[in-house]
């Protein structure tokens, strides 16, 4: 459905036809732009939009299938840009995604959104209070766009961050408890995390490369700007990913000190039992021929004997931290 449709002259909204088509040519006539915003379009209502301002064919294709993979194209004289949007739900940072495609002309720019994200009403909000920027044309909605998703990947890495510090914690703490399904857990968001943003590194660089002179060359600094937000948070995302692999071997490690030092505690007492066990064995024999049976104090050398090659042993293995 379309969300919000306005005509922009010299950046302050003006009163314009609601109609598609009819508003494009008030836009040229006035040398401003209009700006529409769609969200989850049904097809019909993609196709009426993109038959008034003559999209081309391969562009509303990609519009009207989801998963697109970040990319920038150019289908004369139309600037076809698609962007991945990274949210997370809930306290168990599962990331959801969605998209966002701009269709940028000289005198219009149309955002599809589909999918998981927050609505565009405040990025516009914004702009309209700044009209000499939003006088630059579509462009400055392009960046003021892209600079609240771009931040959004920045604070979800932050989030990312807290949940990794919290897991050294308790990897960390005293606990026996293994957290290797937290983790892998995590490490998948994060994968999906970095497999949404990272793309878009390349269509950004376009953009202020290839794509310069189409640019108004205001705004070229505001996106080698938010270009650089996007290498640091896919930075980030790589450094996350990481720590995170080193904190699953850390685990990994931890759960492998705590089994070795039950092995050693459980050989430990084992040991302390053989004495006791050999001495019967000795002494349960039915041989004939044992002197020390008719001992009278046989018994009691005997077992003082083993109790004290136990305490013997066993404070071998308190010293040696065994037990």
């Not at 700044?130 to 630059?136: D, N, S, T, V, Y």
């Amino acid at each position: 459905m379309i969300v919000d449709s306005a005509l922009y002259v010299n950046g302050i909204r003006a009163e314009a036809p609601i109609d598609s088509a009819t508003i494009l040519t008030a836009a040229k006539k006035s040398g401003a732009f209009v700006w529409i915003g769609l969200a989850e379009p049904t097809e019909e209502e993609f196709r009426e939009i993109s038959s008034s301002f003559k999209f081309h064919s391969l562009a509303v294709e990609d519009a009207i299938s989801e998963l697109q993979r970040p990319k920038i194209e150019d289908y004369e004289g139309l600037i076809f840009l698609v962007a991945k949007t990274v949210f997370l739900e809930g306290t168990n940072y599962d990331i959801s995604t969605g998209e966002l495609m701009f269709f940028i002309g000289e005198s219009f720019i149309v955002i599809v959104r589909r999918g998981q994200g927050s609505p565009l009403i405040a990025v516009r909000s914004e702009l309209e209070k700044r009209p000499k920027f939003l006088a630059l044309g579509p462009w400055a909605v392009v960046h003021a766009v892209l600079d609240r998703v771009i931040d959004e990947y920045t604070r979800i890495a932050a989030q990312l961050e807290l949940a990794i510090e919290q897991l050294e914690i308790h990897v960390f703490g005293e606990g026996r408890k293994t957290y290797s399904k937290e983790i892998y857990f995590l490490k998948r968001e994060i994968i999906e995390y970095r497999h949404s943003i990272e793309p878009l590194i390349i269509p950004m660089q376009k953009l202020t490369s290839e794509f310069s002179k189409i640019v108004p060359r205001e705004l070229l600094p505001f996106f080698r700007d938010i270009n650089d937000h996007l290498l640091r948070a896919c930075e980030n995302g790589s450094r996350l990913d990481l720590l995170l692999t080193t904190v699953l071997q850390a685990d990994i490690a931890h759960i492998q000190l705590r089994q070795n030092d039950d092995v050693r505690k459980l050989s430990s007492w084992i040991g302390l039992a053989v004495i006791p066990t050999m001495v019967a064995a000795i002494y349960g024999m039915n041989f004939d021929n044992m002197p020390e049976l008719r001992w009278k104090y046989g018994y009691f050398i005997i077992m003082g004997v083993t109790g004290a090659l136990m305490l013997a042993l066993y404070y071998k293995l308190k010293k040696s931290k065994w037990l």
